[in-house]
């Protein structure tokens, strides 16, 4: 089997980098809600799986983070990511499919996964390794599409395992896995986290200006699906 393509390279990740730093739904849905999530991080040590090009890392620095370290599979966005936060973040070129063998054992108070879970096909493993990085009593905050809101664009069964093909703005397309919020929630619990918070995000009032069709449907439709779990 092919591995699964998890990362947004070139054209794509350029594109990427510029239209998620003010648009209705990284800027001003997902985000804010994760940051919301995170809650207090003032002096924590940050792991941001996936980190993109830098603003969810940005805005937790902004917050009081003390360290921040950021893995992403794209050298595109990595670029983008050290323009983004400078010298003052430690940064990884490294594809989630692998362990995170670079990463010392309870070493974060926090890591972040905002919009990547559904990309990875080594998802155990993937949780398997942030369980090892998060110091005892560590929070996990993971984002992704929401399970009813994949039903009501693609059809078909609810239940379906598969890897679909989506547009992504700009008319580039990405590949990645639907799954219910059984399997959603499921996978994570297995890994030995506990879940203490739920949220399904809607657009912020600011996204009404810039997009008034997505605004009204993440309010209309679940659009994403944000969970807060411990690591015991």
């Not at 108070?109 to 919009?115: F, K, S």
């Not at 912020?204 to 008034?212: F, G, Q, S």
């Amino acid at each position: 089997m092919t591995r699964a393509e998890t990362a947004y390279h070139g054209e794509l990740g350029e594109y990427f980098a510029t239209f998620a730093t003010n648009n209705a739904s990284n800027a001003h849905t997902d985000r804010p809600a994760m940051l919301k999530l995170a809650g207090d991080v003032g002096g924590l040590r940050v792991l941001d799986v996936g980190c993109g090009a830098g603003h969810y890392a940005a805005g937790l620095r902004d917050r009081g983070a003390a360290e921040l370290v950021g893995v992403e599979g794209s050298e595109t966005l990595l670029h983008a990511a050290r323009e983004r936060l400078g010298d003052g973040v430690e940064l990884h070129h490294h594809d989630l499919e692998e362990p995170l063998t670079f990463l010392k054992d309870a070493s974060f108070d926090l890591a972040v996964m905002a919009l990547v879970y559904h990309y990875v096909e080594a998802r155990e493993q993937l949780l398997a390794e942030l369980r090892r990085v998060l110091r005892p009593g560590g929070t996990l905050l993971v984002s992704n599409t929401h399970p009813a809101g994949e039903w009501t664009w693609f059809g078909g069964s609810y239940f379906a395992d598969e890897r679909v093909e989506a547009p992504v703005a700009g008319g580039f397309t990405m590949s990645y896995r639907r799954m219910t919020l059984e399997r959603f929630l499921g996978e994570l619990l297995g890994a030995g986290f506990v879940l203490e918070q739920l949220v399904e995000p809607r657009a912020m009032e600011e996204a009404r200006e810039i997009d008034p069709r997505r605004y009204e449907k993440t309010h209309t439709v679940p659009y994403f699906l944000a969970v807060r779990l411990r690591r015991p």
